[in-house]
């Protein structure tokens, strides 16, 4: 059965040192992961995603992941956090369904705060 | 600008009222889906669309309706609320079954309290 699980529900970082959030995912195939960030009421927005293209993915602001199949892990990782990188963000498994909609599993989010 | 539009953003409701949340996109997107976010629990799928009177339930469809007449709108109705409804809804919209290259684009949501 799928799941995800975000290891941390809260990661809190200096400004200017590394951020990584961590994803764990189980699947029975082989999936599309995405990472999406949450800013305070608003909607969520797509950072990165994998789709066996490459293991490494490079996304928006900085932020990258990489796919460790052998780990069933996709972390999310910057090098230097920024203030305005507070937020939520989740991790997200996509698989192919028998239906006509890919079944789409959200992690319970980890909320990120940096301090200045 | 393109993207989702929900309204209205937030809404109280007394228990046994019904409503109906709308959600529109400018974006000529097939498939459409509304999810419910709760604290710790991530996003939940409550029904999807995959075309223009096509819908289908999704993980927590039990309460809620919805119709697709449209390409561009896709509401939400609650037929009686109950204070477990009490929720952010979140409608969203994508070019293909997977969210395509550019993922599932979101509207801001909604914020509903059931009293």
């Known amino acids: 059965a799928q799941s995800v699980t975000q290891l941390d529900s809260h990661v809190s970082v200096s400004e200017g040192t590394p951020v990584l959030l961590r994803c764990n995912y189980s699947?029975?195939?082989?999936?599309?992961l995405f990472w999406y960030v949450q800013h305070p009421n608003k909607g969520l927005q797509l950072l990165l995603k994998y789709t066996s293209a490459a293991t490494l993915v490079k996304g928006i602001n900085g932020f990258e992941a990489e796919f460790k199949k052998s780990e069933t892990s996709f972390h999310l990782t910057k090098p230097s956090a920024h203030m305005s990188d507070a937020a939520e963000y989740f991790c997200?498994?996509?698989?192919?369904?028998?239906?006509?909609?890919?079944?789409?599993?959200f992690g319970p989010g980890t909320s990120l705060s940096v301090i200045p | 600008n393109a993207g989702v539009t929900q309204t209205p953003k937030f809404q109280v409701l007394k228990t046994g009222q019904s409503m109906t949340l709308q959600c529109a996109q400018d974006?000529?997107?097939?498939?459409m889906s509304w999810y419910r976010q709760d604290p710790g629990m991530g996003l939940r799928l409550i029904h999807y669309s995959v075309g223009a009177g096509i819908t289908d339930q999704g993980e927590v469809p039990n309460g809620y309706n919805v119709s697709r007449s449209t390409t561009e709108d896709f509401p939400l109705r609650l037929l009686s609320a109950a204070p477990s409804q009490t929720s952010v809804y979140f409608c969203?919209?994508?070019?293909?079954?997977?969210?395509?290259?550019?993922?599932?684009?979101f509207g801001s949501g909604t914020r509903l309290t059931v009293v």
């Open positions: 699947s029975s195939y082989s999936p599309s």
């Open positions: 997200v498994v996509s698989e192919m369904a028998e239906t006509s909609y890919d079944k789409v599993i």
């Open positions: 974006m000529n997107h097939e498939y």
């Open positions: 969203a919209s994508s070019q293909s079954r997977d969210g395509g290259f550019f993922g599932y684009t």
